[in-house]
C-alpha cells in the first residue's frame, strides 16, 4: 500500500460515518422548523453522500478516480441548490415575515 | 489489511465530524447551529485528505467552509432576531424522527457494510505527482459533458438567486 497513514483504514468505517452523519441530517430535516436550519441538515445529507463517493472511489477505483469527479458535481450542485434555497428563504421573509416552516401555509386552504 | 482498528487521526476526524453534526441538528440557537455546521465540513475535508483526496479537501475548505457557511450566516442576519431562537418541535415528532433515523442508521451503518460484497480488492492509490492528472482526466474527459452542464447550471443558479433575492420596488 502507498500511503501508510492509511494504515487501518478501511471502507467501512467510512460507511458508518457517513451513515451516522446522513442518520443526523434526516432527524434534522424532520425536526427542525427555520427553512435555513433545514437546508443546513440536507447540506449534512449531501456531505455524507459525499464521503461514500470519496470512500468507494479510494477502496474499490484507486486508479480512475470516477467518485472523486462525482464529489466535485455533487460539491457543484450543493453551492447552487444552497444559493437559490437561501434566496427563496429571504424571499418568503420578506413576504410574511417568518421562515417557520410550520407558518408557511399560504398555499394550504 | 493488517488490522481493523481505526488509527488515531481517524478517530479525532470523526469526532471532528460526529460532534458538531449533532450539535447542529440540536442546538437551539440557529447561528450557533450554523457555526457547528462549518466545523462539521472541516471534520469532513479532513477525511478527504485522510482518503487521499487533498484537492477535495481544499475545494471542501473553500466552497463548504468560506462560502456555504457564509452564506447560510448572511441569510440568518438578514431574517428577524426573533426566528434566531428557534421553537423546539414536539416531543413526539421528535422521538417519532430519532427512531426513524436510528432505523435508517441501522440499515446504513450496520448491515449494509458488513455485506461480503463491500470487501473488495486492493489496489495500489495514484501517488501525488499523478493524481491531479487523474482528475482532470477524469472530469474533462470521461465527465466533460457534465462538467459543462455543471457551469450552466451554476449559471443558472446565479441568475435565479439574484432574481429571487432582489427587493420589488416597481409596484
Redesign the interface.
Known amino acids: 500500500?502507498?500511503?501508510d497513514?492509511?494504515?487501518?483504514?478501511?471502507?467501512?468505517?467510512?460507511?458508518?460515518?457517513?451513515?451516522?452523519?446522513?442518520?443526523?441530517?434526516?432527524?434534522?430535516v424532520?425536526?427542525?422548523?427555520?427553512a435555513?436550519?433545514i437546508?443546513?441538515?440536507i447540506?449534512?445529507m449531501l456531505?455524507a453522500a459525499?464521503?461514500n463517493h470519496?470512500?468507494f472511489?479510494?477502496?474499490?477505483d484507486?486508479?480512475?478516480?470516477?467518485g472523486?469527479?462525482f464529489?466535485?458535481?455533487v460539491?457543484?450542485?450543493?453551492?447552487?441548490?444552497?444559493?437559490?434555497g437561501?434566496?427563496?428563504?429571504?424571499?418568503i421573509?420578506?413576504n410574511i415575515?417568518?421562515?417557520?416552516v410550520d407558518d408557511i401555509n399560504l398555499l394550504k386552504w | 489489511m493488517p488490522s481493523t482498528a481505526p488509527s488515531v487521526s481517524l478517530i479525532l476526524l470523526i469526532m471532528l465530524t460526529i460532534t458538531p453534526a449533532f450539535m447542529v441538528v440540536t442546538s437551539r440557537n440557529i447561528v450557533h447551529a450554523a457555526v457547528y455546521l462549518g466545523l462539521t465540513f472541516v471534520g469532513v475535508a479532513g477525511l478527504y485528505f485522510l482518503l487521499n483526496a487533498p484537492f477535495l479537501g481544499a475545494a471542501q475548505v473553500l466552497i463548504y467552509v468560506g462560502a456555504i457557511t457564509v452564506l447560510i450566516m448572511f441569510a440568518l442576519m438578514m431574517t428577524a432576531q426573533r426566528l434566531i431562537r428557534e421553537p423546539r418541535n414536539a416531543l413526539p415528532n421528535r422521538v417519532l424522527a430519532a427512531v426513524t433515523a436510528l432505523v435508517l442508521f441501522g440499515i446504513l451503518g450496520v448491515w449494509v457494510p458488513s455485506q461480503p460484497v463491500m470487501a473488495a480488492g486492493e489496489a495500489a492509490p495514484v501517488g501525488p505527482n499523478e493524481y491531479l492528472d487523474k482528475l482532470a482526466e477524469a472530469l474533462l474527459g470521461k465527465y466533460l459533458l457534465p462538467f459543462e452542464i455543471a457551469s450552466v447550471l451554476l449559471l443558472a443558479a446565479l441568475v435565479g438567486a439574484i432574481v429571487l433575492a432582489k427587493e420589488e420596488k416597481a409596484s
Open positions: 500500500m502507498g500511503a497513514s492509511l494504515g487501518a483504514v478501511s471502507a467501512q468505517q467510512f460507511m458508518v460515518v457517513s451513515a451516522a452523519l446522513f442518520c443526523l441530517g434526516v432527524y434534522g424532520i425536526t427542525r422548523r427555520n435555513v436550519a437546508l443546513m441538515s447540506e449534512l456531505n459525499n464521503i470519496v470512500a472511489s479510494r477502496f474499490m484507486p486508479r480512475l478516480l470516477s472523486q469527479a464529489t466535485i458535481f460539491l457543484t450542485v450543493a453551492a447552487a441548490e444552497a444559493a437559490v437561501l434566496a427563496i428563504v429571504i424571499c421573509y420578506r415575515q417568518n421562515i417557520n
